[in-house]
């Protein structure tokens, strides 16, 4: 299939062919046609699927069309949970509209209202904003909605999780009723589609992966390791590995800038990116990294939604997420448009409530890895994937699920031994000289080497 066959004017082909796209991908080829027939769509789809162009192709398509805007008015609202993601999609809409005689605008917090005021006034065909900052313009009439005809939520998932509901739902309300809407989610829980339920109509459903999978082009594993020795380990695997573009997902941001700190002690050039940071040092932080001046990008889960950083080699996991979904979402990083890449976690053993949320999410154990010198002195217990629901026994016991607690952990989530639920093993391979496969009982091994 080709772009030409979508429906797509003369303009738009012509900017894609200029960025190098020959092929449409499966979210572009469902999504485009759709879109210019003038559906709702809910699509599931990632980052890395293609899926910006994927609704921004047919909305440049479609307001190319139409009456252009008026003063203050906006046609078409792109809402993302992120000023990364805010940025970066107007950038493709840019991209992709330069042959086009549309204004755009993005607006987002952190940064100076006044000029997003004025860069409003004249009225913007596509509008991209996340939500508060959306808010406040409209609040102050910098921004109105009479004209506007499209409502796109991108990474709607996301926006619910961070806790933007309110405002997207006081958006909605501010639109007019007769509009397309187009949304689009990583995941479909039940809350995104009782979100969903109030405003798509009749929408014609697109998913393009299935739902919680990694891409198979990226190879996962994780080391166990103790928490204090996380840094040193992961300075040796940059060194010895000499990986030269590193993401890593820290959980908090005090945890960012202490890890970007050590690093850099250690000779290894790394920034951090988080919301404390301000929108210039974000930026520029990405523009850095994406140069190679800087090695290690240290980021939060929040920070690097949306970061569109092409072939990114290796990501690694600092801390693993509190939400196993994130997992999915951090390493979806790495191995993007089929290139391969590599996800590594260093797993300790306080974490092994979030390793087995993990693999039991993308139904896969990982396989463990052992470097010499950082071998845990408290080893991250086995985990193990559940099997299918067993019928309800008539009595509870001790073990049965009290206060959120799995089958037999404690309440720090520790699961004492791996014993008749035990469905398979991870495998412990070698990689390298200085990986170490471990044999026997690995834990009364780590106690005779604990110092
Ligand atoms: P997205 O999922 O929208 O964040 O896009 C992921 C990456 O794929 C971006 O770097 C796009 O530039 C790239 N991309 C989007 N569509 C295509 C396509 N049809 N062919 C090749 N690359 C694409």
Do not use: C
Request: charged share 25%; proline share 5%; net charge positive.
């Amino acid at each position: 299939m080709s772009f030409s066959s979508l429906g797509l004017s003369a303009p738009i082909l012509k900017a894609v062919a200029e960025k190098g796209y020959d092929t449409p991908s499966p979210i572009q080829a469902q999504a485009i046609p759709a879109i210019l027939q003038g559906k709702d769509i809910m699509a599931a789809a990632q980052t890395g699927t293609g899926k910006t162009a994927g609704f921004t192709l047919p909305i440049l398509e479609l307001l190319s069309k139409g009456e252009r805007a008026r003063a203050n008015q906006a046609r078409a609202l792109i809402l993302t949970p992120t000023r990364e993601l805010a940025a970066q999609v107007s950038k493709s809409v840019a991209t992709y509209g330069k042959n086009l005689p549309l204004r755009s605008a993005v607006v987002f917090g952190g940064v100076k209202i006044n000029p997003q005021m004025m860069k409003l006034r004249k009225g913007v065909d596509i509008l991209v904003a996340t939500p508060g900052r959306l808010l406040d313009l409209y609040k102050q009439n910098a921004v109105q909605f009479k004209q506007l005809e499209i409502l796109v939520l991108d990474e709607a998932d996301r926006m619910l999780d961070m806790g933007f509901i309110h405002d997207i739902k006081k958006i909605i309300a501010a639109l007019p009723r007769q509009r397309q809407n187009l949304l689009f989610s990583a995941t479909f829980s039940n809350e995104i589609r009782d979100l969903a339920k109030g405003f798509v109509k009749n929408p014609i459903e697109i998913s393009v992966s299935p739902r919680n999978t990694t891409a198979k082009t990226v190879e996962q594993w994780v080391y166990p390791v103790d928490k204090k020795q996380k840094s040193a380990l992961l300075a040796q695997l940059i060194h010895n590995n000499q990986w030269q573009q590193v993401l890593v997902f820290s959980r908090t941001k005090h945890g960012a800038n202490r890890l970007t700190r050590q690093l850099e002690t250690g000779g290894i050039k790394a920034v951090a990116i988080h919301g404390d940071k301000s929108q210039g040092a974000r930026t520029k932080a990405l523009v850095d990294f994406k140069k190679g001046l800087v090695r290690v990008l240290v980021a939060t889960d929040i920070a690097a939604r949306g970061l569109d950083i092409d072939q990114l080699p290796h990501v690694v996991n600092f801390d693993l997420p509190n939400v196993a979904e994130d997992y999915v979402h951090r390493i979806g990083r790495t191995g993007r448009a089929g290139a391969t890449g590599q996800a590594v976690s260093l797993v300790s053993a306080d974490e092994i409530k979030q390793l087995t949320d993990i693999e039991q999410l993308i139904r896969q154990l990982l396989t463990r890895k052992y470097i010499d010198g950082f071998e845990p002195v408290h080893d991250v217990p086995e985990s193990h994937l559940a099997g299918p629901k067993k019928p309800k026994k008539p009595k509870k016991t001790k073990t049965e699920h009290k206060d959120g607690q799995r089958s037999g952990e404690n309440s720090q989530g520790h699961k004492p031994s791996a014993k008749k639920k035990y469905h398979g093993k991870p495998s412990r391979t070698t990689t390298k000289p200085t990986v170490k496969t471990r044999s026997g009982n690995s834990r009364r091994q780590s106690k005779v080497r604990s110092s």
